[in-house]
């Protein structure tokens, strides 16, 4: 069974910094191109990043270019989302994804980041 758990969220001043992570289990961690999906409060979903599995091959949405930085660790079955230069729009619900083949798609629980004075 596929799973990702998120973690790493919390409240943030701008221009503050913030580590997401997500545990993944289920599947050949390094085989897998994985992503990191926002939702804004009453917003849709917005891509945020991926990296390919071997980790040597990553993009950013715009929004973000610049100030967040995708890595994974093989070793540790875990995808990071650095995130700097954070500002109020950057508040949203973090989720990690992963393609599941078709139209399908596994996704963890999600992790909050606020980024409020």
């Known amino acids: 069974e596929v799973q990702l758990v998120e973690s790493g969220g919390g409240l943030v001043q701008p221009g503050g910094s913030l580590r997401l992570s997500c545990a993944a289990s289920?599947?050949?961690?390094?085989?897998?191109?994985l992503n990191w999906v926002r939702q804004a409060p009453g917003k849709g979903l917005e891509w945020v990043s991926a990296?390919?599995?071997?980790?040597?091959?990553?993009s950013v949405g715009n929004a973000v270019k610049g100030r967040f930085t995708i890595s994974r660790d093989n070793a540790k079955n875990t995808v990071y989302l650095q995130m700097n230069s954070l500002k109020d729009e950057d508040t949203a619900v973090y989720y990690c994804?992963?393609?599941?083949?078709?139209?399908?798609?596994?996704w963890g629980q999600g992790t909050q980041v606020t980024v409020s004075s």
């Open positions: 994804a992963k393609w599941g083949g078709g139209s399908s798609w596994y």
């Open positions: 289920g599947f050949t961690f390094s085989s897998y191109h």
């Open positions: 990296i390919n599995g071997g980790g040597g091959l990553s």
